[in-house]
């Protein structure tokens, strides 16, 4: 079979539609630059009433919202999940790893928390604070120009506490704490744990006249069809495609490898075309990977030639290696304050309008980095799962649980509304022996060999889970509730998630000055071909206890500026 | 005819459909047919989703026996009331069917629970559970309805397994569905604009909003006007 070539060259090819790629296609189609974007699932747009998901209720599926086919309910907008059938990956020694994928226009950016954190000054340099890990190449000082025209373009609420390692920000304003959220604050001031508002990217308030303005549904996981949270293909690739530059997306297109020439540097992508299951190639000058920290490196490994006999830009033997997700360890409690609500609607902005930026100092404690809280309860719209065992409270009271009849109509609702969740999400230590590589023995249906997980926690991370899980329990207790559960014993790694759960894996291609110690350069360009660039999560050196998705736009912005910078130059 | 009796005849009436559907084989242009319908409900699902919604459809799990049972079950779990029905109008024993085949893995509890049942009235009334009187039904239902909460279910006998399931299933579905909506008074899913906890409820639960807190939040009425900041990140609009 032969590959179909587009004769089209493209100024660059970007592979990948979620928050690096979308963020590329901006910068670089705003440009001027006339801009491939490869994207491994279907076109979306939420605003579509056959794609909308927000907005539906319960009893318009069969199934009431049940996880049968979407891993956070049916109603979730994002396609995938922890596996795809005939997209398989695979482990090493016994280890685990769990990989979320998302194949569609914008990616997880559809159905993420929106929880959107600059990493502080100290996120950069962790290594002279404790000496592990290692120091990213830049400080704070260099991204934050960019911070703040993230801020600016796609708009986040939240506040300017002042905050040492929280920076400030260009910030809308957030919405008011919801009941159970004011019983967190009360109850976290009783341990000295600080709560301010969430830094989340909805549109509290208008930023321009494209996006609408937040309509408090509660439904953000769902993607917003006035466009008022910030997904990529709404904020980014559609406003992308209405500016200067010319910008071609190939949907449910697979990108194999990145093709190279006799001098070792990128010719374009080669890509499945899943309609028709035939291979295709496209040509570009600059090809930037943002197909999300695991599948890029997926690509560079695949993409072997005489000049990069290791895969490209793997010289280093780097490729893959110091894969880390947030940590992740969680617990509910029972509020009996919380009983018998009067109910109205609380349904405000997706997710929490309040959380916990880390508040300890890790010199006086058993593990090296920090958490952050994250709040979720009210009375929330019903789903498959509402109503399992309705009066299973009934214990803490000595009152008989199970039963029938117009008793069990009268708990649930005496119980709606009066559960509270904690979520800990924080940073592990990027470690060379935790990665991901290539399995030889396995190919996906379109014939391209997967990945392959190597991963392990160590005690810094089981430690601070065990932390975790104290302070939930004391959160909970200060609330006058009752914690739900046991205690998750060491065996248990005290309730620590597996690796890849929290949906925040970064570091498979990290930056640095240095070819050996790093796979790409401060400007997330390849040491070992010049003109390509990688603007996913692979690049960070380190996670710190933030969510990513911030940090990947705002990173994404500055390689982009590079690029032009360097075309223009005509240095690439 | 009365109101149980119509009852036991809607459940009967659909489980024959789904019984029509199954025994022709459905052509390929029916299944295309079944997609397309589809898409007008289930907004939002991939068009392999909704193949596989259709494919479950025209599938059969429970004969109308077992409906039946799962119906009666199902309303002595939750009774009907007045204003807003019982889970036979909220379409529970159609959602028990879907989740049968939807999560293959609740079959075999479902279908062994549903002839322990009637094994169990056979054995202390001689007649199936569904023809039971219902102060007969109540006291095969006393004995397994409570379960230990200290036990892991799993480790729990079969038959406090099984009413836990249907349990389960009757009262999600019934709270899923649009009037166990209206009835449990859940009053969100509608463009809204949030601005804070209602005063009364503050003050009926002892809590107030700080000033400094109230201070930083949104303004509702200019939630209209574009952003704009100076360059310390102070929003001026």
């Known amino acids: 079979m032969q590959i179909k070539e587009n004769a089209t060259v493209y100024d660059a090819i970007i592979v990948g539609s979620g928050a690096g790629g979308g963020m590329a296609t901006k910068i670089l189609a705003d440009a001027g630059l006339k801009v491939a974007v490869v994207e491994a699932g279907p076109f979306f747009d939420p605003k579509d009433p056959k794609q909308q998901t927000q907005m539906k209720w319960p009893y318009e599926s069969p199934r009431r919202g049940a996880a049968t086919t979407r891993d956070f309910g ?33 990616g997880r950016t559809n159905h993420w928390g929106r929880i959107s954190l600059r990493f502080g000054p100290k996120d950069f340099k962790h290594k002279d604070v404790d000496g592990l890990g290692e120091n990213w190449p830049i400080s704070y000082e260099d991204i934050k ?10 708009g986040v609420f939240g506040t300017n506490e002042g905050l040492p390692n929280d920076p400030d920000g260009f910030f809308l304003p957030p919405p008011k704490p919801r009941l159970h959220e004011l019983y967190y604050i009360k109850g976290a001031r009783k341990t000295g744990i600080p709560v301010i508002p969430s830094r989340m990217s909805m549109l509290t308030k208008k930023i321009n006249n494209e996006r609408g303005v937040c309509f408090y549904c509660g439904q953000c996981s769902r993607a917003c069809q006035v466009y008022a949270d910030f997904s990529a293909g709404t904020c980014l690739i559609f406003p992308a495609q209405k500016g200067r530059g010319q910008v071609d997306l190939f949907t449910n297109c697979m990108v194999r490898e990145v093709t190279t020439d006799e001098n070792g540097k990128a010719t374009g992508v080669s890509y499945i075309n899943k309609e028709d299951r035939k291979e295709y190639s496209l040509k570009g000058r600059v090809v930037v990977l943002a197909a999300s920290a695991c599948s890029t490196a997926r690509i560079l490994l695949n993409s072997k030639s005489k000049q990069h006999p290791n895969g490209l830009g793997n010289g280093s033997d780097l490729v893959g290696k110091y894969l880390h997700d947030s940590t992740g360890s969680s617990r509910a409690g029972f509020i009996p304050d919380l009983m018998n609500r009067e109910i109205y609607n609380e349904d405000g902005v997706g997710g929490m309008h309040v959380y916990s930026p880390w508040w300890g100092d890790n010199k006086n404690l058993d593990f090296p980095r920090g958490y952050h809280i994250e709040v979720w309860g009210g009375m929330g719209m019903p789903n498959y799962g509402f109503g399992f065992n309705p009066n299973d409270f009934n214990r803490f009271f000595g009152l008989p649980t199970g039963g029938y009849g117009e008793q069990l109509r009268k708990d649930v609702k005496k119980y709606y509304g009066s559960v509270v969740g904690f979520g800990g999400r924080g940073e592990a230590i990027a470690r060379k022996d935790n990665y991901c590589e290539i399995d030889p023995t396995t190919v996906d249906e379109w014939g391209i060999p997967v990945l392959r997980f190597h991963y392990k ?41 597996a690796p890849g759960r929290i949906i925040h894996e970064v570091g498979t291609t990290r930056m640095g000055d240095d070819p050996k110690t790093s796979v790409t350069n401060r400007y997330q360009q390849l040491h070992e071909a010049d003109n390509v660039f990688i603007t996913d999560a692979g690049p960070f050196v380190s996670q710190a206890d933030k969510n990513c998705t911030w940090t990947i736009l705002a990173l994404s912005w500055r390689a982009s500026e590079y690029i032009v910078e360097q075309l223009k130059q005509q240095n690439i | 005819m009365d109101r149980r009796q119509s009852l036991k005849s809607l459940a009967l009436g659909t489980a024959a459909a789904g019984l029509a559907l199954h025994g022709c084989k459905m052509e390929d242009q029916e299944l295309q047919e079944a997609v397309s319908a589809g898409a007008e409900h289930y907004f939002g699902r991939t068009p392999e989703e909704l193949e596989q919604i259709a494919k479950l459809h025209a599938e059969t799990f429970f004969n109308p026996h077992e409906m039946e049972t799962l119906s009666v079950l199902a309303e002595l779990i939750l009774p009907p009331v007045e204003q807003y029905g019982g889970p036979l109008e909220a379409g529970v024993p159609d959602f028990m069917e879907f989740m049968a085949k939807d999560i293959p893995e609740l079959q075999v509890t479902l279908r062994g629970g549903l002839m322990w049942l009637d094994h169990k009235s056979n054995t202390e009334f001689q007649t199936e559970f569904k023809s039971a009187q219902q102060a007969q039904q109540k006291e095969i239902l006393d004995a397994i309805a409570f379960y230990d909460p200290e036990v892991p279910l799993q480790e729990q ?81």
């Not at chain 1, 695979?90 to 685990?96: F, I, L, Q, V, W």
């Not at chain 1, 120009?145 to 796609?154: E, H, M, R, S």
């Not at chain 2, 804070?196 to 807190?213: R, S």
């Not at chain 2, 201070?215 to 900041?229: T, Y």
């Open chain 1, 457 to 497: 926690w160590s005690d810094y991370e089981r430690k601070q889970a065990r932390h975790m899980q104290a302070t939930f329990e004391e959160l909970i207790h200060n609330m006058g509730g009752e914690v739900l559960g046991d205690t998750p014993s060491a065996e248990q790694d005290y309730g620590l998630l």
């Open chain 2, 157 to 237: 006998p079969l038959e406090i397994q099984f009413f836990s399931l249907v349990r389960n299933l009757t009262v999600s579905g019934y709270y899923t569905s649009k009037l166990g909506i209206e009835e449990l008074g859940y009053k969100g899913n509608t463009p809204n604009i949030w601005d804070g906890v209602p005063q009364h409820v503050l003050d009926k639960h002892g809590l107030a909003y700080e000033e400094e807190w109230l201070a930083k939040c949104v303004d509702q009425s200019k939630r209209g006007v574009i952003a704009e900041w100076d360059e310390n990140g102070n929003l001026l609009t």
């Open chain 1, 74 to 106: 049916e109603f979730d907008a994002a396609y995938g999940g922890w596996e795809i059938e005939g997209e398989p990956y695979t482990h090493k020694d016994g280890t685990k790893f769990d990989w979320f994928r998302s194949h569609m226009l914008g």
């Open chain 1, 145 to 154: 120009p960019y911070y703040d025209k993230v801020d600016k373009l796609i």
